[in-house]
């Protein structure tokens, strides 16, 4: 999945980088750079005491050391928050944008970031992860990396907003529960195969492949399996997930999963919150795998 939303502990994560949210000083003292620290060990330490001040909004680069589960270390300094007048929103996307230009001027194929500025530097939570998906959003539509974004508490989710306030009210007035599995779905075979709906689809809408799959948090390979295999049946979420990369109506994402043997359904917390976003032409799949992940449910892409 290109963009993962996780609220796993940075100490599990896997990647070829991990950025590491610091002071000017590189001081380990705390938080996230107090963990990275102790995963990487003194070698880290001695080589952070030879490093340059770092500027507010910049980032260097170091080898993981003992940390094992990363080949490289990306440290950044997050603006401390005040009170918003002062470019904090500026130099925390200066902080996600140079990390991604490191990685990608590194070759690296993957990266984990925690929610910077968010924990010791008082940058409120929902702000912080809303200019985190974009600055990672901006990215992706020109790069292929996977990016993980660690998220540890709601808090950070804008349960405020007005979105989250109207879907809150949406699944309250419609959803009629329990669940039902996709395993109880019956099976057929359409006339038309799900990926040929899908190659058809971005013909008639005159896109391009990477228009569709970037737009529905897809990997170029996975997105390159699914349209290769006339018989493949991809998982509901990624089905959703390419329909909104197709920016389809509600009548045409119906259309298009019943050839995978789907349907949206107001049994289904999940269905309900795709139909209210396609309802309403809400085809930013990050902020959707936000209210997907405040909400508990399963989020797009793969």
């Known amino acids: 999945m290109p963009l993962e939303i996780s609220r796993n502990d940075i100490r599990n994560v896997r990647a070829d980088a991990i950025v590491n949210p610091t002071d000017h000083f590189y001081t380990g003292l705390g938080g996230t750079d107090g963990i990275i620290h102790e995963m990487a060990g003194k070698r880290l330490r001695e080589h952070c005491d030879s490093l340059p001040f770092l500027e507010t909004g910049e980032a260097i680069l170091t080898p993981s050391y003992d940390c094992r589960h990363c080949g490289h270390i990306i440290h950044t300094c997050g603006p401390v928050y005040v009170d918003g007048e002062r470019g904090e929103r500026e130099y925390l996307a200066e902080c996600y944008q140079n990390c991604l230009d490191i990685a990608l001027k590194e070759g690296l194929s993957s990266i984990a970031f925690p929610l910077i500025s968010s924990g010791t530097f008082s940058f409120p939570k929902g702000e912080a992860l809303h200019i985190a998906t974009e600055e990672i959003t901006s990215f992706l539509l020109d790069h292929e990396m996977d990016v993980t974004l660690l998220v540890y508490d709601k808090e950070a989710f804008d349960t405020a907003s007005r979105l989250f306030v109207n879907i809150k009210d949406y699944l309250k007035e419609n959803y009629t529960g329990p669940d039902i599995p996709e395993e109880g779905m019956p099976s ?115």
């Not at 391009?208 to 970037?214: E, F, I, L, Q, R």
């Not at 809400?282 to 936000?290: A, L, M, R, S, V």
């Open 188 to 302: 057929f075979k359409p006339a038309e195969s799900f990926s040929q709906a899908l190659i058809r689809l971005i013909d008639e809408k005159g896109y391009k492949d990477p228009d569709v799959y970037k737009r529905a948090n897809i990997s170029r390979k996975h997105f390159s399996h699914i349209v290769n295999d006339v018989s493949y049946r991809p998982k509901k979420e990624t089905a959703v997930a390419l329909a909104i990369g197709l920016r389809l109506s509600r009548e045409e994402t119906d259309s298009l999963l019943e050839k995978a043997g789907y349907i949206l359904s107001s049994s289904s917390r999940f269905d309900l919150i795709i139909s209210y976003c396609l309802k309403n032409s809400i085809y930013n799949i990050y902020k959707i795998n936000e209210i997907l992940y405040e909400e508990g449910e399963k989020t797009l892409g793969c």
